[in-house]
């Protein structure tokens, strides 16, 4: 089973008590299957597919803006960045298919940033 951040939702392989590798935080624990995961992180213009196809695939999920509100309107909705997250027991699924759609383009969470990534 793996373990799940509760700071950045996100899930990783790892001994009990293990660092999260993306916030270097202990707030870990073992993942449950209700519990919202980090899925990806996409541009605003892709946000809009991703979610089309994840409702179609009957797959809840929650979307949350990256930037405050404030520099979205200064920058524009376009320059946005949108992160999506699901729930464990429906994580595979969803990954699969943000693989399959943004195989072409590189994703932000391929990899841990220290290099470390066990999964
Ligand atoms: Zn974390």
């Given at each position: 089973m793996p373990l799940y951040c509760e700071v950045c939702s996100r899930t990783f392989d790892g001994?009990?008590?293990?660092?999260?590798?993306?916030?270097?935080?202990?707030?870990t624990r073992h993942v449950e299957p209700d519990d919202l995961c980090f899925l990806t992180e996409r541009e605003y213009i892709w946000s809009g597919m991703l979610a089309d196809v994840l409702t179609q695939e009957n797959i809840p999920f929650m979307q949350k803006n990256v930037y405050g509100a404030g520099l979205a309107l200064k920058m524009g909705p376009t320059h946005e960045r949108i992160r999506f997250y699901v729930f464990y027991k429906q994580l595979a699924e969803a990954e699969s298919i943000v693989e399959s759609l943004f195989s072409a383009s590189d994703g932000?969470?391929?990899?841990a940033p220290n290099g470390d990534n066990a999964q």
């Open positions: 001994p009990d008590g293990k660092r999260c590798p993306w916030c270097r935080r202990r707030r932000v969470n391929a990899s």
